[in-house]
């Protein structure tokens, strides 16, 4: 059996350690209580100690962690400017390029880089073309044309186009607006190595890159009506070259020729090169040639769009479309190119609006951080591209998203009044952002305006929903209820600034609300009066000491309501005590009522304040025969509520609401004899009275 | 290219050029390779303008297809028609997702119908993308009646099922050979009397 060992790390990671065979072991070992607990106790130190590494581990790790992403980042920008750069690069080579192709004496108008290399550029094609006229007999004139400049040349091969063997070698130039075939010169063993045979115009000359020729690799077709001619090359990079440079070259001199046609509109096509094989051929459309930028102008958009330089993409949209608008203008036909063009600009336009929309999406990963002022690049762009309509119902539905999410991260409050004057507070606040944000983003758009009002009502009663399951929900009292209805009312005419005034459909909603918990509030006062009035004793309170009399007095004072005419030697007030707590309650339910109060309301308020008003007064007389004895006292008790409550109430009414509340009125006149006969026994026994 | 110098010229088979022409992105590349090499290529890339050969039977007759994947957009017209002009039948290819390149066909009808200066060239009106039938714009009616109109057949293939595209190559190539013999027997006006006539029996009016 093997020898219990201390635990240690070393032990407990070891990738033999079997748990049930080390605690076998041990217990086989140890035959103490205290001995096991020992080990325990320094197993449990073990782990403890792992847990605390493990820990700082992961600290570590997470700091590395956070370094190497910003490293990352560093480095991605740095990658991006180098993209850049090498962009630029590319731009300043291709320009370097077209410069030295489109060699001068045709006046062309090109952004020429440096002087000094354009001259060296034309020196080196003068010598070349001299070359190529000592080494090919029979093609002087064509050498000697007026713009004539050398490409590129090379030794090609020539097959039978239909019996796939060869035919001869060929030496082939290519100029900017023309490929030539000569033949090997054999009869010349000077300097004419080769005989010139045909000429091609680069603008009728079809060529076709072979595929598959069976054995044959590495060709290219030329379709000359009617001959085909295949030529095959050393290899395929070099079939890729000529390919490459026969199409740049076409490209170029569409550029040129477009140049020249807005130069000289009347005169007829450039100098037309001498063509053997085409001279029969009719003389071909004079096709439009338009501008490079035009024909770049898909590329430059996707360029941008990867970039995300999305202003440049729709500055560049706008270019193309009012060129091609002014030229479809001035031209009947329409034109192939400016067709495709207009082709390519349309789909990368609603490729353009797929990536802005998508920005304005709704997404849960993406962070609201930079809230809606994010949006105003995609949303500014998105006007201008005509989107206003799908625009404004994404940046709505962003709206909706933030406000729900900033609702979310409100912390859940004890207290209901403090949770929704933040609640009220952020989400009207955020309103009035948006809307202002709004009216930046969608200036002088009618209809988006209306979509912002229809967006904000619909959001209104989410709003009010959420503040019904906050406040009436959770039952809580008529205080807390009417403060919360205050504080949303508030913060719903701060709206008002922007003309949206919402304040009659938030009453509208809140209505049934307030409402139910009138009647739900009343419904419980009642019950409590009911109980206050069995539980009293008809007679008057006993404050004990002067002290809590006199303090009595100024709360009731502070309430509005003087009660010194009611006090009776030091410590006796002539009410009983479910009068003084039913005026207390009654004087908070009606300040309630009265904040709460809108004109709809007036109706179950007026009818709260009566019934219990009349439930109170209804005790009063219901003690009245019950306590004969105490007749007088009652009768008092009856007219303080009558005449010194209902006058403060009325008072009070009337500074809210404009008049005094009828019914409690009417309930004063329908008691109006227990009032006269209170003043009858008043005059007839003002002496008894003060005994009591 | 010694070695092809010294070889020596073997009698080739009969030798059918066919051109494929519509718009761009319809699938003319990718109904051109799965032909040639029963591949389906998702990945779009423009073509310029690609020439394919291929040895087939024909109805027990070995031939040699030539195949021309045109560029959907050529700039130069005089070029286009130099590649038009190569052909002996034509494929004019839209895509029954986009109206668009449906619209496109009459025109490279006419173009076709211009430079070959003959009203009955082989020629076959197709369809492709049809796996993506609930994507589809253009009823195969409306398709049928064009082609009825011109007097050619229609057909719907997919490049990605490789449905009916051995149809429509085959199709084409017993239409130029078709021709092709009648040409031999009747080199005069005759010749496009029973072309003509032949025509009529191949589309059901």
Redesign the interface.
Known sequence: MDVPKEPNFHLLSAPEFVPEKYVRTISHNYVGGSELKNLKKRIQALSDETNNSLKKNVYQNYVQFIDTGKEISHLESEMYQLSHLLSEQKSLLSALSATSILEDRTQVNFERNPKLDEHEIEEENKLKLATILEKVEGCKEIVEANDRVFIFEGDLLEIDATENTAIKFVHMYLFNDGLMVTNRNSNSRGLMRYAFESLYELSSLAVVNVRDLGNIKHAFKLLIFPDTRVFQCSSNASKKEWLDKIDQAKKLRLATEQQKKDQTVEKPSPVRAVSMDLSASKPEEVAVVHPEWLLDIPDELDVCVAQRQFEDAVNYLRKAQNYICKFNAKHSAPDAVILNIQEKVELKQNNLIDILMNELEVNPKKSFQGGLRATRTAVRLLNDLGRSTQCCDLFLKLCSTMLKNQAKKLKRETSTITYIRYFTSATFTNMCYMIEEFLRAFPDLPYCVSAYVAWAHGHLTIITNHFWTQVFVTKATLSTITECVQLIRAQCERLCEYGIDFRYKLDGQLRKFINTALNEHRDKFIDSIKLRANEDKWIPMNFKTKGALTRCLQEHEKMGLKLDSYVSGDVWLQLTSSNIAFTKLFLVFLDNCLNLQTTELLEPINDSLCSVFEAQVAYNKQALTFQPEQNLFVLKNIGFLLLVLVELTQRKYKESIGFECEPLNKLVNENSALLKDLASRNTKTKYSSDFL | ?EK??S????V?PA?HKVIMVGSGGVGKSALTLQF?YDEFVEDYEPT????????ILLDGEEVQIDI?DTAG???????????F??GEGFLCIFSITED?SFQATQEFREQILRVKNDENIPFLLVGNKSDLNEKRKVTFQEAQDRANKWGVPYVETSAKTRDHVDKVFYDLMREIRARKKDENKTSNGRGKDKNKKKKLKCTIL
């Open positions: 290219m092809n110098m070889k020596k010229p073997t080739q030798l040639m310029k303008a690609d020439s394919y050969r291929k040895k021309l957009q050529e700039d130069y017209a005089a070029i286009r028609d130099n590649y002009r190569s668009e």
